[in-house]
């Protein structure tokens, strides 16, 4: 006999109104179904069936069980026009367990400090770009910065022309990617190959074609080389094959999805909060007035470090992660069938009052009073499927809210709190958070 936790009695009817509450107010439906049902909680959407807990304990369980046949890709098939077959993001078990020994190694916090000059060279691109007095979202100088540093960081791309019309063939196919080509297959379609579908395939494959060329040239001289491409070029399965080129297209797409919009949006939302609280920003200040540029000084930097911290538990841009379970579980004291997703609630999980008193503030030096466990602090999920460019976002985000905060006066130009909304596959803030530059620093 199988039993789940407590939740809305199932009906199509209550599958809809959940999946549209979870769709436009994700953090809030969540809290409610918490509050009414208790720790775990049943909650049916048209994605199916997830038990979902914001309990370090059974986060930990989550997480930490080490049957690699458990837990099956959550990411469905419509993700694959946008990643391709072979996406870490599409693999579950050992074919995953296998890409991803492969992938990790480039993205060890060691090897993070060959790209901080390329970070410190983006945030002054993108931010000497703006005269005193401009207006500007900071979204949009986020996603220019990380596209830079992914371009050059991850595809290896030197020359300038080459990464700006790299940057501008990206940024065209993701703005051809429209938010409902994620949701389901039935949305690919291109009749007569008229519509969005089929602007957003020709895009697409202009990006391979960059990416393919990309590969071509770094190939000759990739053992000599430091960014991300180079590294894959060289990795051997351990049965001693290579990665092939369409394997290694599959993972650059991959990471410039899990990579670009994620870090982008959480820069956004630390200029936000640290413009809403005079005391952090003036505590930052004074921290980065007694340190030099250097990239490697900045990232070290504890009450930056607390800042890009206290924005991932405050503002995470994935609210929750599934594990699909492929056979029955007994968890929390029920037996869960196979097909229901496992999943740890981080937004419901960062808000705990008992682990984060006054959770709805902005408190950077809570991050130094103590330090969160990984089953309480979780912005980049965890377990076997954790972010493998958690070392990455966290130190670009450091050196380029540092660079940027150490260099440039800015303002904020938000009357109200932003509202938090779904983008594509994240969250963030719906205006982008708007600024001004007011500008350079003595
Ligand atoms: C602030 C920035 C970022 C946040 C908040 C973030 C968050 C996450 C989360 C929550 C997951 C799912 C983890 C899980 O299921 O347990 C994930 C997966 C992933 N992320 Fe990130 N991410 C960020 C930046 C990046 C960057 C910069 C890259 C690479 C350039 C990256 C690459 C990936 C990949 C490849 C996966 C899939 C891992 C797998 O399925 O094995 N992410 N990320």
Redesign the pocket.
Known sequence: MTSLPPGPKESLLTTLRTTFHVARAPYQAMAAARARYGDPFTMTTINGTVVATADPALIREI?SNKDPDLYE?FANAALTPFVGARS??L?SGEP?RRE?RL?TPP?HGERMRSYGQTIVEATRAAFSALTPGRRFVALDVGQQI?LEV?VRA?FGVEERARIDAGSAEIRAAMDAALPIFMFGTVFHKAPLGLGPWARYVRRSAAVDELLYEQIARVRPSAHERDDILSMMIAARYEDGEPMSDGQIRDELR???I???E??A??MAWALDQLHREPAALERLLAELDGCSAAPDELAKLPFLGAVVDET?RLC???EV???KLRRPLRFGGYDLPAGVSLT?A?ALTHMREDLYPEPARFRPERMLERRPGPFEFL????????????A???Y??RVALGTALREWTLALHEPAPVPVVRRNLTLGPKTGVRMAMVGRRA
């Open positions: 997480f890709t870490l993001l693999l995953h991803r992938l993205f990380s992914i991850v991959t990471l410039l899990a990579g670009h994620t870090t949006v959480t991932l995470p841009v994935v992660v599934f594990r740890p981080i912005p980049f999920g965890g377990g076997s499927r954790r972010c493998i460019g958690a990455l976002a966290s670009e985000l």
